[in-house]
């Protein structure tokens, strides 16, 4: 069963559990609600076509055991910098004081590939021992940038080095995603 327990401003507001937690994180239209939808097998996560509608930290119970939490995008340029700063400010402080967060998924637009501010993201979470998966979306979408940089595992001593490739729309990489994180 799969429960929305809430949309949270602040880090301090979120409940205390005991349950396993996944956190998915990537910049603004990497596709994080839909793939959380299709993990959970239901459209749990709001979707949307304009970047940056996630701004809260939306956390959803799945079977009393596990949480997930689907955190805001960054990198969208028409965010105002003082709320990008705050938005920073409150993921650093989620990642590195919620003693139930398991793994942190770092979700990255394959048709892209990483940018300045995934690569410091991971950096960030290198220096704090915060132990996160890259995660490749949309697939089964056209390449478009030549240019992509490679994500050298042994340069991210936090990265679990198995990077997964992942498409909602067609539900490739999903089951991978499931057993990580021990859904059925």
Same mark, same amino acid.
């Given at each position: 069963?799969? @429960?929305?327990?809430?949309?949270?401003?602040?880090? %301090?507001?979120?409940?205390?559990?005991?349950? /396993?937690?996944?956190?998915?994180?990537?910049?603004?239209?990497?596709? @994080?609600?839909?793939?959380?939808?299709?993990?959970?097998?239901?459209?749990?996560?709001?979707? /949307?076509?304009?970047?940056?509608?996630?701004?809260?930290?939306?956390?959803?119970?799945?079977?009393?055991?596990?949480?997930?939490?689907?955190?805001?995008?960054?990198?969208?340029?028409?965010?105002?910098?003082?709320?990008?700063?705050?938005?920073?400010?409150?993921?650093?402080?989620?990642?590195?004081?919620?003693?139930?967060? @398991?793994?942190?998924?770092?979700?990255?637009? /394959?048709?892209?590939?990483?940018?300045?501010?995934?690569?410091?993201?991971?950096?960030? %979470?290198? =220096?704090?021992?915060?132990?996160?998966?890259?995660?490749?979306?949309?697939?089964?979408?056209?390449?478009?940038?030549?240019?992509?940089?490679?994500?050298? %595992?042994? =340069?991210?001593?936090?990265?679990?080095?198995?990077?997964?490739?992942?498409?909602?729309? @067609?539900?490739?990489?999903?089951?991978?995603?499931?057993?990580?994180?021990?859904?059925?």
């Amino acid at each position: 069963m799969i @429960k929305f327990v809430g949309a949270f401003d602040r880090v %301090c507001d979120l409940p205390e559990t005991q349950f /396993s937690e996944y956190a998915f994180a990537g910049r603004s239209n990497v596709g @994080k609600s839909s793939l959380i939808n299709a993990i959970v097998g239901a459209p749990v996560a709001r979707t /949307s076509n304009t970047p940056g509608r996630t701004q809260t930290l939306n956390m959803f119970n799945i079977d009393d055991r596990i949480s997930i939490v689907d955190l805001p995008g960054y990198g969208y340029a028409r965010v105002s910098k003082v709320d990008a700063e705050k938005w920073m400010i409150r993921f650093q402080e989620y990642i590195t004081t919620r003693r139930q967060l @398991k793994r942190l998924f770092v979700l990255i637009d /394959s048709r892209i590939g990483p940018k300045n501010s995934d690569l410091d993201l991971m950096h960030f %979470c290198d =220096a704090n021992g915060i132990s996160y998966q890259v995660i490749y979306t949309k697939k089964d979408k056209r390449v478009r940038e030549t240019n992509q940089v490679d994500i050298d %595992c042994d =340069a991210h001593p936090a990265m679990v080095a198995d990077i997964l490739e992942t498409s909602a729309e @067609k539900k490739y990489g999903i089951d991978t995603i499931r057993a990580i994180i021990g859904i059925k």
